[in-house]
């Protein structure tokens, strides 16, 4: 059964941190791109990192660059997403999903497999 769950959402204070967690069961996340989506009450989703599976390569929204970093580790068939500075619009459910190959995909639909999200809340 392939099933992608994520992890360590929560509440922070503005700056604050958190790391998320995503981690694969039934199909290896290395083979795949992963990407970080998010979505905020009344909006719509909105990627936010992507890495590729071959060549390592990652790319983010301008929204969260400098402040957010993803990454792999393949032994634990799970892709991380450090968040750093933290801010009120970053409130948002966070969805980790796994695209068709192994490039990021621009568009929603090429993301195969998703979780079930985590909430991410930054408020004083």
């Known amino acids: 059964q392939v099933q992608l769950v994520e992890s360590g959402g929560g509440l922070v204070q503005p700056g604050g941190s958190l790391r998320l967690s995503c981690t694969g069961s039934?199909?290896?996340?290395?083979?795949?791109?992963i990407a970080w989506i998010r979505q905020a009450p009344g909006k719509e989703r909105e990627g936010v990192s992507c890495?590729?599976?071959?060549?390592?390569?990652?790319y983010s929204a301008d929204s969260v660059k400098g402040r957010f970093t993803i990454s792999r580790d393949n032994a634990k068939n799970t892709v991380f997403l450090q968040m750093n500075s933290l801010k009120p619009e970053d409130t948002a459910v966070y969805y980790c999903?796994?695209?068709?190959?192994?490039?990021?995909?621009?568009?929603?639909?090429?993301?195969?497999?998703w979780g079930q999200g985590t909430q991410v809340t930054v408020s004083s």
């Open positions: 999903a796994a695209a068709i190959g192994s490039s990021c995909q621009s568009q929603i639909y090429d993301y195969e497999y």
């Open positions: 890495v590729n599976s071959r060549d390592g390569n990652s």
């Open positions: 039934g199909f290896t996340l290395a083979h795949r791109a």
